[in-house]
């Protein structure tokens, strides 16, 4: 089993700061890329940015320059630090990572199950 735990959600005022975090845990043998999607009500999951392991990252062009993905390896942590926030940025934050293990071949994706920010004007 691998679990994925979100934290670092919370209320925010526009123009301020958050920085998630992503737990990954269980049996595995490897995470490739890892990212973060985000979710509102009556809306199709977006997918923010993504980071490989060797940290090569991708963004989409509504968070680039304000957000920043980052993960730790040995802790098998990824992070999205989200700078001047936006209302258009509240959202369910979901983070994800492509799982390798010796149980299966090739890859599985696994999702957490979200974090909430809040972002009041």
């Known amino acids: 089993q691998v679990q994925l735990v979100e934290s670092g959600g919370g209320l925010v005022q526009v123009g301020g700061s958050l920085r998630l975090s992503c737990a990954a845990s269980?049996?595995?043998?490897?995470?490739?890329?890892m990212g973060w999607y985000r979710q509102t009500p009556g809306k199709q999951r977006e997918l923010l940015a993504t980071?490989?392991?060797?940290?090569?990252?991708n963004y989409v062009d509504s968070v680039k320059g304000r957000f920043t993905i980052s993960r730790d390896n040995a802790k098998n942590m990824v992070y999205l630090q989200m700078n001047d926030l936006k209302p258009e940025d509240a959202a369910v934050y979901y983070c994800?990572?492509?799982?390798?293990?010796?149980?299966?071949?090739?890859?599985?994706?696994?999702w957490g199950l979200g974090t909430q920010v809040t972002v009041s004007s």
């Open positions: 994800f990572a492509n799982v390798m293990s010796w149980s299966w071949t090739g890859e599985r994706a696994y």
């Open positions: 269980g049996s595995f043998s490897r995470l490739n890329a």
């Open positions: 980071i490989t392991r060797d940290t090569n990252t």
